[in-house]
Nanobody
């Protein structure tokens, strides 16, 4: 499975960005797709995950500001990020997790200026 992310960039605090991740290859129908991030000098952490059936889970730090969604027909997962804060600055990674395989994207940089 290959994952290609897009949509990162530089934004001012309070702004919005939308990340996209397209999966290709041998995709199992039952899978979780999610977004993780790694701030400078810190460990990678979960941002949000969505199951193939649509159930979602969010980190407390992004609840109410970020929304994860997916289009199963396009094998694509999205992360709508609103009310961005400087502490959201990180490399954001797309993740695919199935009973048989886990895969990571290459990462996309999100920088929020104050």
């Amino acid at each position: 499975v290959q994952l290609v992310e897009s949509g990162g960039g530089l934004v001012q605090a309070g702004g919005s960005l939308r990340l996209s991740c397209v999966a290709s290859g041998s995709i199992f129908s039952i899978n979780d797709m999610g977004w993780y991030r790694q701030p400078p000098g810190k460990e990678r952490e979960l941002v949000a995950v969505i199951e193939s059936g649509g159930s979602t889970n969010y980190a407390d730090s992004v609840k109410g500001r970020f929304t994860i969604s997916r289009d199963n027909a396009k094998n694509t997962v999205y992360l709508q990020m609103n009310s961005l804060k400087p502490e959201d600055t990180a490399v954001y990674y797309c993740n695919y997790d199935s009973p048989y395989l886990m895969a990571w994207g290459q990462g996309t940089q999100v920088t929020v200026s104050s």
